[in-house]
């Protein structure tokens, strides 16, 4: 029993210590733009007032800071933000408040629904295109308000946004649904027979005269596409039968396999 109140003792002078220590301290908390900021990347940096730091805090987030006088600074792509005189009160928070930021989100969804971090490249719109900011697809970043171009590394060839303004007090959120590739099989007869080893194909933009693609002659003519709309154009090289067939729109749909057979007779 004598042990049991020994413990007891202990463990209540831990508890009385635990909230002796939470009421010497007071609370700041970070919202940029409520929950539009909430988890941008850019950490805000705290300074007590003989200018040394007392810890980081991101947006949406907050520190446990000792009652005095503090400085926040928060860089941003571009700039910074400068808080003065924050103060904080033992047992209190004191919600420091930004608006007057721009964020930029870049959000790729891939075929199973999830952000597969593709490289994000922010360069700047004007002349000469300097480099602004790299990060990945499902971040967020705060920048200061400028007009921007937005390269994402997505399959095939990545995909760009050009002149995207980027304004104080807004969420600017780019999405991009990451496609599959999609696959033409072309067979060529003549007679109900195949030709493809004397038939080049060559794949147009549907429309256009826009070449896309192109197979020589082979055993096979199986070729893969963005998905979208096309036409398709042979050269029959066998030296009988029709010496070139267009056949038009070809829809592609993303990750499917498509066939068409085009005769030359």
């Not at 635990?18 to 010497?24: I, K, L, Q, V």
């Not at 040394?52 to 006088?69: D, F, H, N, R, S």
């Not at 303004?165 to 007679?191: D, F, H, I």
């Amino acid at each position: 029993m004598r042990s049991l109140r020994i413990l007891s003792t202990m463990l209540m002078a831990l508890l009385l210590a635990s909230f002796a220590a939470g009421a010497d301290t007071g609370t700041l908390k970070l919202d940029v733009m409520g929950e539009l900021g909430a988890g941008a990347r850019n950490p805000a940096h705290v300074f007590a007032s003989g200018g040394k730091e007392a810890g980081q805090v991101m947006p949406g987030g907050t520190i446990a800071l000792a009652p005095g006088t503090y400085q926040l600074v928060m860089p941003i792509i571009g700039g910074k933000i400068t808080k003065n005189d924050v103060e904080i009160e033992a047992g209190r928070t004191h919600t420091v408040l930004i608006t007057n930021v721009a964020l930029l989100e870049v959000d790729v969804k891939a075929r199973n629904s999830k952000d597969p971090g593709f490289g994000v490249t922010v360069t700047d719109s004007t002349e000469g295109h300097a480099k602004v900011a790299s990060f990945l697809s499902g971040d967020k970043y705060l920048f200061a308000p400028m007009e921007v171009n937005v390269h994402v590394d997505a399959p095939p060839q990545g995909y760009d946004w050009h002149a995207v303004p980027l304004v104080p007090g807004r969420r600017t959120l780019l999405s991009l649904k990451e496609t599959a590739p999609a696959e033409l099989v072309v067979q060529t007869v003549m007679s109900k027979m195949p030709i493809d080893g004397a038939t080049r194909v060559i794949i147009l933009r549907a429309g256009t005269q826009s070449q896309v693609a192109a197979s020589d002659p082979g055993p096979e003519h199986r070729i893969k596409l963005d998905p979208g709309d096309y036409d398709i154009f042979v050269e029959n090289r066998a030296g009988k039968g029709k010496p070139y067939v267009t056949s038009q729109g070809v829809h592609l749909e993303s990750g499917a396999t498509v066939e068409r057979t085009v005769p030359m007779d």
